[in-house]
């Protein structure tokens, strides 16, 4: 039999998750997602990608400031449903909220838990050059990411991939994991196992003041940070006084002093080795391949970035 699911998720990551559920036939009787704020260029209101999904499936929107209040939390408790499913929501869940679905509030978390528990999950196990991720489903509890796990799925973090790449292995991972997982907790073969003690990591919010590569790093570590930060908010160095942000790279061939271009084709010294930049943005612009980039710009071998 289906169940009556309440759906909560804001971002593009989540709206796969919404999209299986529905085509399931679960009876998804609420969507919460966060209210629409100015964006863009322009701040012209924008309603999230979970909004405009729900609203293509003709699902019922809610998007509450808060979910402390009590006529919040009543409206939450008024449609009955069977389960919560939560796709990096933003809002804090209450108690009374985790408690209010008969099985429980089931969460899709980019990381292989208790690795990364907490904001950025995956720019973080990007930037840490780690060598697997995946998705874990997880009945939530009053913790930042501490509930009871139900199903995991891993996935390898290949040399050269960015954070938005694995955004985009995950999303459709989750989507289809959580859907497993609600198959089990109909048929009451759903197993939840508590969450081991060691190997506890937290992914802390990327902040802009970490966003600046410094070239000092060994050339592992410089790619890392490159590829985690991508496509946002974006690794970036300055040349000539402009700020470029680099999307893509990979080992370079070389060495010399940090922030020494090697050769003609954006290759930049590290601390030990070299990285090869492969795409590259300019502020305001679109973004484009190195080679791109280097004919309207020059960047010739022994010059410097800084």
């Not at 985790?98 to 904001?119: E, I, Q, Y």
């Not at 874990?136 to 790449?165: H, K, V």
């Amino acid at each position: 039999m289906p169940l009556r699911l309440v759906f909560m998720g804001t971002p593009d990551f989540a709206v796969p998750t919404l999209i299986e559920l529905a085509a399931r036939g679960h009876d998804i009787s609420a969507v919460y997602t966060r209210a629409p704020k100015p964006a863009g260029r322009g701040m012209d209101v924008q309603v999230t990608p979970v909004e405009r999904e729900a609203r293509r499936l003709k699902l019922p929107v809610f998007t509450p400031k808060t979910l402390r209040d009590t006529e919040a939390q009543l409206t939450f408790q008024s449609h009955q449903a069977d389960a919560a499913v939560v796709v990096a929501y933003g809002l804090i869940l209450p108690k009374p909220v985790l408690d209010a679905p008969k099985l429980g509030c089931f969460n899709v978390h980019a990381s292989l838990l208790p690795r990364w528990r907490g904001a950025a999950p995956i720019n973080r196990a990007v930037m840490a050059g780690d060598a697997e991720s995946g998705v874990t489903i997880m009945r939530m509890d009053e913790g930042l990411d501490t509930g009871a796990m139900a199903m995991i799925e891993r996935t390898p973090i290949q040399a050269d991939m960015t954070a938005g790449d694995l955004h985009d292995v995950l999303a459709p991972l989750g989507a289809d994991l959580m859907a497993r997982a609600l198959a089990a907790a109909e048929r009451v073969t759903l197993t939840l196992t508590p969450q081991p003690l060691d190997g506890i990591t937290y992914a802390e919010k990327i902040s802009k003041s970490e966003t600046r590569i410094d070239w000092g790093k060994p050339w592992r570590q410089v790619h890392d940070h490159i590829r985690g930060l991508s496509p946002f908010p974006g690794a970036w160095f300055e040349l000539d006084g402009v700020r470029i942000k680099v999307l893509r790279s990979t080992r370079g061939e070389g060495s010399g002093a940090p922030g020494t271009a090697l050769d003609d084709s954006l290759t930049i010294a590290c601390g030990d080795g070299a990285v090869r930049l492969m795409q590259v943005q300019r502020a305001g612009k679109q973004p484009m391949s190195a080679e791109d980039f280097l004919r309207g710009t020059k960047v010739e071998a022994g010059s410097h970035v800084a």
